[in-house]
Each structure stands twice: as structure tokens, then as C-alpha cells.
């Protein structure tokens, strides 16, 4: 069973869930030390705290956008998102700690408040694709438990929930196919089936437990897992 199998209760939860435990790991850091590198090349925790509070506010335009039927896009350009990170990077430490705690409560304030038949209502996502507005409580999970990973705080692939694991592999999988990368790849995870990414001749495998295995696809490094015949950066899926 996949993430969009559960219960929209469900769902919530394990949203809510990343959350908490991205804001515990926050909290294991000083505001100086907020000025740090991260996991992603470039960012410093207060890029990525920045890029996460403003997040959240254009997921709060998707969720407006189903409830209203007005349309209102996650962000105006892909160049005004990189602006508004970088700007929210110069930004005090103690002002990014309340941005991410206001966006994440009106956040869930939406997804409170969202009418019932307005969960199936199609918005677009960044990357272009129309989707159910139930679709957000993905982006977000998604969102919060990849970049707890990534604040370089100890967190692990291996702390999050299986059903998330499971989840974006498939995701990770899909948007390859999507946008034919990663052809020849197959995906080996100890204890299930291969996942081949498409059907030409292989050529290149990957081998590990669930969790070392969605780390190396979601570009976060080859930790535990056994590469075969390709290079070790996977392709490129956000």
C-alpha cells in the first residue's frame, strides 16, 4: 500500500508527522550555526529553512486555488521562487524560525478548513502537472522529511515511515519515466521485486535496503547501497 492508498486522515498525519520531526531537528541548532552548509550544494540551513516556509504559502495558493476555483500558481516564475529563497536566506535566524512555525500553522489551518469535495479539485503543481489538491499533503511530506535529511542534523532515510520510503520511490520512478531519464536503470531493493525504469536492455544497477536505495535516487549520496555499471549520480527527478 502507497501513500495515496491511506486515508486522507491519514495522509495529515504522516505530514504532520515530518513536520514535527523537522522542526526537533531545528531545534538541535543554534541560530549562528543556521548559517551552515546543508546537504544541497549551495544552501546554508537558512535557505533551506527559508525555501520551506515559503513552501508552505505556495501550497496555501493551491489549496485556495480548489477551494475558490480562482487560480492561483504556486509561484509567479521559477526565477521569483529562487528570488524569494535567496532574499528569506538574509533573513535573521529568528525570523526564519517564526516563518517556518506561521506557515506551517496556516498550512494546516487550509487543509483544516479545505470543503470535502474540493480535495479533488485540479491545481498545477511547479513542474507543471494537474493534480487533485489532496495532492499537497505529498508535496509537503515529501518536503519535510527529505529536507530534515538534509539540515545534515544525523537525521536518516532510515527514520522516516516505510509507507513514505515506499512512496517516493515510486514518485522518484515515475518522474524519470516522465521525462525518459534514467533509461537502462534498474532498481534492486532487498526483499522486493526489481524496478526497471524502462524496458530497454539494462545498463546500470542499483542494490541496497529500501532506504540507502531512495537516498541515492533522491540524489542525497550512494550510502550502503552497490552501484553496477553506471555513474554515481542518479537523474535528475525534481
Not at 531512495?214 to 537523474?235: F, H, I, K, N, S
Amino acid at each position: 500500500m502507497g501513500f495515496h492508498d491511506l486515508d486522507l486522515t491519514e495522509r495529515l498525519l504522516i505530514a504532520r508527522r515530518g513536520t514535527a520531526f523537522f522542526a526537533q531537528r531545528l531545534t538541535e541548532f543554534t541560530d549562528s550555526q543556521l548559517n551552515s552548509d546543508t546537504l544541497l550544494r549551495g544552501w546554508t540551513r537558512k535557505h533551506l529553512l527559508a525555501h520551506l516556509g515559503y513552501n508552505a504559502v505556495a501550497l496555501c495558493r493551491l489549496l485556495d486555488w480548489a477551494a475558490t476555483g480562482v487560480e492561483t500558481p504556486m509561484y509567479q516564475s521559477a526565477e521569483h521562487r529562487d528570488n524569494e529563497i535567496t532574499d528569506g536566506a538574509m533573513l535573521s535566524a529568528a525570523a526564519l524560525r517564526n516563518l517556518f512555525d506561521h506557515t506551517v500553522a496556516r498550512l494546516d489551518q487550509k487543509w483544516r478548513h479545505l470543503p470535502p469535495m474540493s480535495w479533488e479539485a485540479g491545481v498545477r503543481t511547479a513542474q507543471g502537472r494537474v493534480v487533485p489538491a489532496a495532492e499537497t499533503v505529498w508535496m509537503r511530506t515529501r518536503e519535510v522529511w527529505i529536507h530534515a535529511v538534509d539540515l545534515d542534523s544525523g537525521a536518516q532515510f532510515g527514520d522516516f515511515p516505510s509507507v513514505v520510503l515506499e512512496s517516493l520511490l515510486s514518485d522518484i520512478v515515475a518522474a524519470w519515466r516522465r521525462n525518459g531519464r534514467g533509461a537502462g536503470l534498474v532498481l534492486e531493493v532487498t526483499g522486493a521485486a526489481p524496478v526497471h525504469v524502462d524496458g530497454v536492455a539494462r545498463t546500470g544497477t542499483v542494490q541496497g535496503a529500501l532506504a540507502a536505495v531512495v537516498r541515492w535516487a533522491a540524489g542525497r549520496g550512494a550510502v550502503d547501497v552497490t552501484l553496477r555499471g553506471r555513474d554515481p549520480q542518479p537523474p535528475r527527478w525534481l
